[in-house]
Each structure stands twice: as C-alpha cells, then as structure tokens.
C-alpha cells in the first residue's frame, strides 16, 4: 500500500458506500436499532440454542450466557452492544443481579480494571432500564 490512507478506515467506507447501494436506509444503520427491534430471544429460543436441547448434559443457557459475558468483559468497550444484548438474554435466563457482577469482576482479572469497569457500567444501565 503506497498511499497514507488508514486501511480501516478505507475497509468500512467500502462496507458503508456497499450497503447504501443495496438499501440507501441502511446509511444511518446502527447496533442500537437493532436492541431496539428485538432486545431479547424468547426463553424458549434460547433454552433450544443456548441450553441443554441438543446436549441434556452440557450447559444451561444461564450458565452459558454468563461464560459469553465473561469473554465480551475481557474484549472491552469494543463490545458494548454484545455485552448489553448479553445482559439482557442472561437476566431472561434466571441470572441474577449478583451472578451478572460476580462475572463481571471475576473478568476483570483477565480483562483489566478498565474493562471491568466499562463492563459493569454497561450491566447497570441495561439492568436499570429493565426496572422501568
């Protein structure tokens, strides 16, 4: 590459010019919308793709999501739309408020105080929303 131009940034104008030519409303398209649409998969749902449907055995989805949740804590505020629809999708699977921080500050360890940290705001927010 023989020009200054910021490989990222050229890769998400490609991406962002790519979805305008398919539908010109997908300009303005963002992670949130989507929370918005559909913020949480019917228990049912999740029990069969997250749970013991194809393994009794194995995982719950609970146990499942809160595991997903350790990984997003450790991936940061890159994550941030990841961790709030996990939040959620674990709340509907019978985690509490404490399993949910207990994970949380057990990442930290691994994902450094700034990611626990920007994890656990983002928790808050999502679990306080649902209180109203």
């Given at each position: 590459?023989?020009?200054n131009q910021n490989p990222f940034a050229a890769m998400m104008k490609l991406g962002q010019d790519m979805a305008k030519s398919i539908n010109p409303a997908l300009e303005s398209f963002s992670?949130?919308?989507?929370?918005?649409l559909w913020p949480t998969m019917p228990a049912e749902v999740m029990e069969a793709f997250l749970g013991k449907t194809?393994?009794?055995?194995?995982?719950?989805?609970k146990t499942r999501l809160l595991l997903t949740l350790s990984g997003l804590t450790i991936l940061g505020a890159s994550a941030e739309p990841q961790i709030r629809l996990t939040v959620?999708?674990?709340?509907?699977?019978?985690?509490t408020k404490q399993e949910i921080a207990e994970t949380i500050a057990q990442s930290g360890l691994?994902?450094?105080?700034?990611?626990?940290?920007k994890a656990m705001?983002?928790?808050?927010?999502?679990?306080?929303?649902d209180k109203e």
């Open positions: 590459m023989s020009d992670l949130k919308g989507i929370e918005g194809f393994n009794p055995e194995g995982l719950d989805s959620r999708h674990a709340r509907a699977a019978g985690a691994f994902g450094g105080i700034p990611a626990m940290t705001e983002i928790a808050t927010a999502v679990m306080e929303e």
